[in-house]
């Protein structure tokens, strides 16, 4: 009964997603566009770099190295082997989702234990410096304070977590790194693997950041979510109660146009907190973007989200604290940032990026299926 009903969801949610398609197909496709510019002048330079050198640090037998003088500082406060420093270091200088790659890289190398793992993707995974100074500082509260206030609360919050899930369940039985790690490999033998993984990896990302960013302007469009933003405005009165809201709702799908949407009521009180809770929380489509490594961490999708929801509370908590023990100020007006089309270098520059990201995956399927032969 219950599998009926959801396929029965399923096909009437995928039916009305179709029908908006073809209802509002100019708004559609000028958030693929939107998406795409930012794919291009932000997650791509930001990601890509960040997994080949997740990869390469762990194909290398860097990380499985380092495991034990850091063995001192993890294993008290996270109950974690040093091997695990990677992903949680990794996850907040590289941003969403390079934390849960890097802790699914290390489970399946050996370097961490299977159940070091899926602790580590409960609470490595991160937004990064770029985006707190860059999209959320500077973007919306017009001050690269703000930014670095954010980043504190939200990537202490995640430290947090860490430390709670520790006092809760326990240091990891046995967590002193993999039984069985993997030999070390020599660069030029790791790194076409790596690029060709990176490749995959931002690539799935950035498709999930065109899906979203469609799925939102569609609830705009569509009038839901300006429906929903009034009914919660009315249960939370104040200035500017609405946007905040929209934004809330919006954030809560997808991160990037969630937090720009709090440019409108910057000088709201708890335009911050909020905005710390939405860093914090990552988003539907960051989740979806880490979902295929969360799995291969063999962390459950429900301990995920609920450790995610703790850490954006944390981080909406400290922030509101901050503010008042710190006071910003006023927030100046930021030059709007609006992803236009990004230009014939910009197209040539993604253009020519994946042209060498499909080349090296038809290089490797072909290698492959002629060691299969052989």
């Not at 988003?283 to 295929?292: A, D, E, N």
Request: proline share 6%.
């Amino acid at each position: 009964m219950r599998d009926g009903l959801c396929r029965i969801g399923t096909a009437a949610g995928l039916l009305l997603a179709g029908a908006a398609l073809c209802r509002w197909p100019a708004e559609s496709a000028a958030a693929v566009r939107s998406a795409l510019a930012l794919c291009g002048d932000v997650l791509i330079p930001a990601l890509f770099p960040f997994f080949v050198l997740s990869s390469l640090l762990i194909a290398t037998g860097v990380a499985g190295a380092c495991a034990r003088p850091l063995r001192v500082v993890m294993r008290p406060l996270f109950g974690l082997s040093g091997a695990a420093a990677a992903a949680v270091l990794l996850g907040a200088v590289g941003g969403y989702p390079v934390g849960a790659r890097t802790a699914a890289e290390l489970a399946a190398r050996g370097d961490c234990a299977p159940a070091e793992g899926r602790r580590l993707a409960l609470f490595c995974n991160q937004c990064g410096p770029a985006f707190f100074l860059g999209a959320a500082g500077v973007g919306v509260f017009g001050s690269r304070q703000a930014g670095f206030l954010l980043m504190g609360c939200v990537l202490g919050a995640g430290l947090l977590v860490g430390i709670g899930l520790r006092l809760v369940r326990g240091p990891v039985p046995g967590g002193t790194g993999g039984r069985r790690a993997a030999a070390r490999r020599p660069l030029a033998e790791v790194l076409p693997e790596c690029v060709r993984g990176g490749f995959s990896a931002t690539l799935g990302v950035c498709s999930y950041v065109l899906l979203f960013s469609v799925l939102a302007e569609l609830a705009v469009c569509s009038g839901v979510l300006p429906v929903l933003a009034g009914g919660l405005a009315r249960l939370c009165p104040g200035t500017g109660a609405e946007v905040l809201c929209r934004s809330g709702l919006i954030g809560l799908l997808e991160l990037s146009t969630g937090v720009a949407a709090l440019r409108e009521v910057a000088a709201s009180p708890a335009a911050l907190p909020l905005c710390a809770f939405l860093l914090g929380w990552g988003g539907l489509s960051v989740h979806c973007q880490s979902l295929p490594f969360l799995r291969a961490a063999g962390a459950e999708l429900r301990s995920y989200l609920l450790a995610k929801l703790v850490q954006g509370a944390l981080a909406a908590a400290l922030a509101a604290a901050a503010v008042r023990v710190v006071p910003l100020a006023a927030p100046v007006l930021a030059a709007e940032v609006v992803h236009t089309d990004p230009g014939p270098l910009g197209r040539l520059t993604v253009l020519l990026w994946a042209l060498v990201g499909l080349s090296f995956l038809v290089l490797g399927k072909k290698r492959v299926e002629k060691t299969g032969r052989s």
